[in-house]
């Protein structure tokens, strides 16, 4: 029998502040729960210690303003690298799947790192996932986020990414932060339908979280036939989240845990410290692990009460029509993108840094190759906290980009940093050939990763 | 004068210390039937000619309980659980004549469901009628309140006056209610046969005029005293190991980072010292395959040792795991890894000419030089300790941490030296030191380093205190201690540290540990403030405080 593998890391000497949500506190009773009920001794389950991420696994993924250091503290190595740890042990085929279950959380955190979005400074799963193509090779990979807020983060990260399937199901972008996640969000010109969001009225209890599961979230997943499943793992849906209004339970975030059969989950939100997250915690273990959940319940769980919070049928049967449509629309639409974009295509977007007040500008030109995803190149602007102002120009060569591809990405970065220009730092993320470099353009200074 | 005895599984050894000077040793056969005698016959031998009123301290280390355990002897227990949600029910049904009871607490302390006697009494009446007289009772997050636990035990001694009960939060308090309800089962199993024996042993003692302190060594390389025992036979569990560890201590001069490998004739135990101090299993004992609250040395046991006998088989040499007998040069007939070491180092144990002559004649058989079969011996045995210890050096170093501190810092262990004790270690350990490129230690007196472990180990005892200032309690994981404290925010990591030692303070008196108290240290300092809204409405604080195990304050070490 193979076990689950369980990183437990609460990180009890960190917070963003002393009365913060993202505090010391936060998995203190699930530790009490998980060490009380004996988990890590069951025969299924098998913990790891946790691990170190690199800064060069984070500059995989992240453009960090200035630099890797001054957007992450240790606490953020050890919850990405905790991420890492678990990944090769299911690559490696030690265990059948695992769980990280760390904070600090990321699903906030987008490509260019100028602070800390919505409690998130990396975006772990993102880490994960790129980590996983590189050292395994994988290509497909399916990321569902249960958090109850919209995964804005992984969201832009995999924007242009045809080969991630991005599936957020959260509470409705007009009643809760971040305010995004609406229907028409569906990922980029080259990939468009691979984004799918599933915005839901407050009050989703179990029943309808699960029929959007089994009616559109697991036929999704099963015509993409990813490589691999990963859960990003928020528990704020829970009825006691004290941030958000739904109304699921631990039972219920079980059950989706045994339907959706991820191969990684990771901890995202969950702020109910007391009511929810020993519960639902102990529910995702059990039911990945195989573990018949049915004695688990909240101590002030009451199905009646739950039952009634009820949403109408026809708004899930609607979204769901319309999602299955878009995705399987979605060649289609490239096509057309192509068509009218021959060359590039660029926009302009505004990011704001809730937790530090940053807010960024962005201009992006997304190469529109034929042979692949195509490279694309940022332009950012933002005053950080500290009141120093940043230009930076950032370059991304995807994994499985071609060469020509390739080679543009690197002699752009060349000739901006031959000749002057407005910005304090360019970057060239060639995720092909793993190298990551920085210029400071006024020391003439160049770190590579 | 001191004494220490160390019952193994084979051979007993005691040793009588006076002062520095190691009076007398005996080794002889351990009779599994009758231990009191084995023990007696032992005191007896170390004690000829002395006189038996100048006797200030008998330490024993035991196999009753284990043996017990080991053996399936044991009579009827019931367990009445109180689990309350979370994991199935099937998870803790390890043991017959449990039963499942309604009732439960969550991890503050909160009574979420009560206890229903109706069916406490229902249980009790069918325990009864089924003739069982041991009952252990245990309800997840006893440990941070007692309460349904002891409603249960006050239904039945009402009921059934005549049941012996255990509570799992006087005996196992710390976190894991599956370690506790196995702990809890164990102990009411075990305590009447354990009561009875020390009660044997305290006359046998005293009818030879031995009026001195006797303790008996725990699992955890620490005494307690004899009457104390009474009640946590289970804690006598694995202390033979735990005695060769402290004896390695007692022996080496100051060990610091260090391998300590107990090589006896079959088997070879090896443990680490880590900053002077034995590293405990991160688990707990394991008993009958399940682990428990009993803190026990980490101690990895191989079936191999001095008397494991060579055989040879296509060419290829074989180290077998059942004992033959003695080695060559102790007169046995055939050749065992001692005599492979004794040939090709020319070490001199015993009668190294028939050393010589055995692995010869076994060579012979092979068709290979008798060196040659003698460095595939020493290679073999080499690789077997060498993988075991890098093994637990990993564990160790692999083991969760939950602090960003912690996995930043990392851990390696840098050891420096083996030490070797147990009466082959003289043969096989040098050869191994010199392939690890660390130190070799061969204290003398190695052979009975168990017993003097015994003799000089001083008392433990630790005591963890969970603090919540929000609902404006503490607990204990000792013998459910526990009480109130004020509400509020306003409590400090400074107070929360004298509760604490306090409490190991009181204990320590009870347990006629006194004079140790005062070597207590904190290992364990952890504050939470509990916010609600976004102000801070409590605290949380756990502590832990232990007489760290030691040396007692009389030993000076041992002169030849
Ligand atoms: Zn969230
Ligand atoms: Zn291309």
């Known amino acids: 029998m193979k076990q689950t593998g369980l990183i437990f890391f609460p990180a009890f000497d960190w917070a963003i502040s002393p009365t913060h949500p993202e505090r010391e506190e936060r998995l203190l009773y699930t530790r009490d729960q998980l060490f009380e009920e004996g988990v890590m001794d069951l025969p299924q389950i098998r913990e790891y210690k946790s691990g170190l991420a690199t800064h060069k696994d984070i500059a995989r993924v992240h453009f960090c303003v200035p630099n890797v250091e001054a957007q992450i503290t240790e606490a953020h190595l050890v919850s990405a690298g905790s991420a890492l740890v678990i990944a090769d042990a299911v690559m490696n085929q030690e265990i059948k799947n695992g769980f990280a279950l760390v904070r600090p959380p990321g699903h906030h955190a987008m490509t260019v790192a100028h602070g800390n979005r919505g409690f998130c400074n990396i975006n772990n799963e993102a880490i994960m996932v790129e980590y996983l193509r590189k050292q395994y090779g994988l290509r497909k990979i399916a990321i569902v986020d249960t958090d109850v807020h919209h995964g804005d983060g992984t969201q832009e990260i995999f924007w242009h990414d045809p080969d991630i399937l991005f599936i957020s199901f959260h509470q409705d972008g007009r009643t809760l932060y971040p305010g995004s996640g609406f229907t028409d969000e569906l990922g980029g010109p080259q990939a468009y339908g691979t984004t799918i969001n599933i915005p839901l009225p407050p009050n989703t209890n179990d029943a309808g979280i699960h029929y959007v599961l089994d009616h559109l979230v697991m036929p999704l997943l099963e015509e993409f036939e990813p490589e691999l499943i990963v859960n990003s793992a928020g528990q704020d849906n829970h009825y006691s989240d004290p941030l958000a209004n739904m109304a699921f339970s631990a039972q219920g975030y079980a059950v989706l845990n045994q339907k959706l059969a991820p191969d990684i989950a990771v901890l995202e939100g969950g702020y109910s410290v007391e009511t929810a997250l020993p519960y639902v915690n102990l529910g995702i273990i059990m039911a990945m692990a195989g573990i018949d959940y049915s004695n688990l319940r909240e101590p002030d769980y009451s199905a009646a009460r739950l039952a009634k919070k009820s949403v109408s049928q026809d708004y899930f049967d609607q979204i769901i029509k319309t999602q299955m449509a878009n995705f399987r629309g979605r060649e289609a639409k490239i096509q057309d993108y192509r068509r009218r974009f021959p060359d590039d295509y660029a926009y302009s977007q505004q990011i704001y840094y809730d937790t530090d007040g940053i807010s960024e500008q962005q201009m992006v030109r997304l190469q529109m190759c034929g042979d692949c995803p195509g490279y694309r190149t940022i332009q950012s602007s933002a005053r950080h906290s500290g009141w120093e102002n940043y230009e930076v120009f950032c370059i991304s060569v995807p994994m499985y980009s071609c060469p020509k591809c390739q080679e543009e990405g690197q002699r752009i970065y060349d000739e901006m940093i031959g000749k002057p220009g407005p910005f304090d730092y360019i970057y060239l993320q060639d995720r092909a050939h793993d190298v990551y470099r920085s210029m400071n353009t006024g020391r003439k200074v160049e770190t590579v990763l | ?560």
């Open chain 2, 1 to 560: 004068m001191l004494i220490g005895i160390d019952v193994g599984g084979t051979f007993t050894d005691g040793v009588l210390l006076t002062g520095t000077k190691v009076a007398a040793t005996v080794k002889r056969p351990t009779d599994n039937t009758d231990l009191k005698g084995t023990i007696m016959e032992v005191l007896d031998r170390l004690m000829a000619g002395q006189d038996s009123s100048r006797v200030t301290r008998v330490v024993l280390s035991t196999t009753l309980v284990t043996n017990m355990l080991a053996t399936g002897n044991l009579p009827a227990t019931a367990l009445l659980l109180l689990p309350g949600p979370g994991l199935p029910l099937e998870v803790y049904q390890l043991f017959p004549n449990t039963f499942f009871l309604p009732g439960s607490i969550d991890f503050r302390g909160r009574v979420t469901e009560p206890v229903v006697p109706a069916e406490v009494e229902s249980a009790a009446d069918q325990i009864a009628a089924r003739g069982i007289e041991k009952v252990a009772i245990a309800a997840k997050f006893s440990n941070r309140n007692s309460e349904l636990e002891r409603q249960v035990r006050d239904i039945i001694n009402r009921r059934h006056p005549n049941l012996e009960v255990v509570l799992g939060s006087d005996i196992a308090g710390q976190l894991n209610f599956r370690r506790r309800l196995v702990t809890a089962y164990f102990s009411v199993m075990t305590q009447a046969v354990w009561e009875r024996f020390i009660g044997e042993i305290a006359f046998a003692l005293a009818s030879r005029g031995i009026r001195a302190e006797v303790d008996i060594l725990k699992a955890d390389g620490g005494t307690m005293p004899l009457e104390v025992s009474g009640q946590r036979p289970c804690e006598t569990v694995f202390s033979g190991p735990a005695a060769s560890t402290m004896g390695a201590v007692a022996l080496a001069s100051n060990p610091r980072n260090s391998v300590i490998i107990d090589i006896g004739g079959t088997t070879s135990d090896i443990s680490l010292l880590i900053d002077g101090e034995p590293l405990y299993a991160s688990k707990g004992a394991k008993i009958q395959g399940h682990y428990t609250h009993i803190k026990a040395f980490s101690v990895c046991s191989l079936p191999l040792g001095g008397d494991s006998p060579l055989s040879v088989g296509d060419g290829e040499v074989r180290i077998g795991k059942t004992r033959l007998g003695e080695a060559a040069c102790f007169g046995g007939l055939a050749p065992t890894v001692t005599d492979a070491f004794n040939q090709l180092y020319g070490l001199q144990i015993g009668d190294p000419g028939l050393s010589r002559q055995a692995v010869t004649v076994l060579a012979d058989q092979a068709g290979m030089e008798a060196g040659v079969l003698c460095s595939r011996v020493e290679n073999l045995v080499i690789a077997q300790l060498q993988q075991a210890i890098t093994d637990m050096f990993r564990e160790w170093e692999e083991e969760p941490a939950y602090r960003v501190w912690e996995v930043i810092h990392g851990r390696k262990f840098d050891f420096h030296e083996i030490v070797g004790i147990g009466a082959a270690s003289a043969a096989i350990v040098p050869a191994l030191a010199r392939s690890m490129q660390v130190e070799c230690t061969i204290p003398d007196f190695a052979a009975v380093a168990n017993a003097l472990g015994a003799c000089v180990a001083r008392p433990t005892l630790t005591v963890k205190v969970h603090i919540d200032t929000q609902n404006g309690y503490w607990v204990t994981d000792q013998e459910g201690r526990g009480g109130k404290v004020k509400t509020g925010t306003k409590m400090q990591m400074e107070e929360a540290l004298n509760l604490a030692r306090r409490n190991l303070k009181e204990l320590a008196l009870d347990r006629h540990m006194q004079d140790y108290a005062d070597e207590a240290e904190f290992f364990l300092q952890e504050q939470f403030n509990v916010i609600r809204g976004w102000s801070t409405s409590g605290k949380i604080f756990d502590v832990g405080v232990q007489i760290a195990p030691g040396l007692i304050k009389d030993y000076q070490g041992v002169k030849r």
